[in-house]
């Protein structure tokens, strides 16, 4: 065990769940937090070196406030001992992972044909369209984890005031850096795909270049903040 592993925060309730014969997710109880991003960040990387298991462990999966633990061929017996081995471990051991991360600005332009859904998501928040951008772009938010697309970051720290429910019809094409809120969370499109965000803006930067020794522009523990360089109303 680490040695830092007697280092604890308080207590969340942590289950894990066997999911298939090679692979093992914990989920951490809603509401999301930072706090418990972190305790995931840890236990991805401590668990490939728990004595006894680790050497079971073929790859961990940082997911929002979840982890899935991939492994190699195992028996039966062998996947009961790793379930133990990890719920055991997760319910001892509570040592947040502190990422000292880039900051980046991310421009962007919103409404108009950038944000298609910007006046709409302003009128069902009751808010004015600056009114809306204004709370976008004041937070600090922080990198959980990259997904969905290369590059595409999942970001905690949207205010609540701001948290709405996807389209129920997703969009067939939405354009690469398009900034918009799905739920809880809000993000930026590195490529044209479909999507069922709510889409306030588009930035011009680019989340994801293959020729570049680290391709994705943002990674996990990274915090941005959006900047207004247009609205358009």
Not at 91 to 108: E, F, L, N
Not at 110 to 136: F, R
Request: net charge negative.
């Amino acid at each position: 065990m680490p040695a830092d592993a007697n280092h604890t925060t308080h207590h969340t309730a942590a289950t894990w769940q066997l999911c298939s014969e090679r692979c093992l997710t914990l989920f951490l109880p809603k509401p999301v937090t930072l706090e418990q991003q972190q305790l995931c960040w840890y236990w991805a990387e401590a668990i490939p070196t728990l004595a006894g298991v680790g050497q079971w462990v073929a790859e961990t999966v940082v997911g929002m406030n979840t982890l899935s633990i991939y492994t190699h061929a195992l028996s039966t017996a062998e996947l009961r001992q790793l379930h133990h081995a990890l719920q055991d471990f997760t319910d001892h051991t509570r040592t947040p992972k502190q990422i000292d991360g880039q900051h980046i600005k991310i421009p962007v332009r919103y409404g108009g044909e950038y944000g298609p859904d910007l006046a709409a998501a302003a009128a069902l928040k009751n808010l004015s369209i600056d009114e809306l951008v204004a709370q976008h772009t004041q937070p600090i938010y922080t990198v959980y984890f990259i997904g969905f697309q290369p590059g595409f970051p999942y970001l905690g720290g949207l205010p609540a005031t701001l948290h709405m429910a996807r389209h129920a019809t997703p969009r067939k094409q939405v354009p690469a850096g398009s900034v918009g809120i799905g739920g809880e969370q809000t993000g930026i499109y590195p490529f044209a795909s479909p999507g069922g965000w709510q889409l306030l803006g588009r930035t011009d930067l680019p989340l994801f270049d293959i020729t570049k020794p680290q391709p994705t522009l943002l990674k996990a523990g990274d915090t941005l903040q959006f900047v207004a360089v247009e609205v358009i109303e």
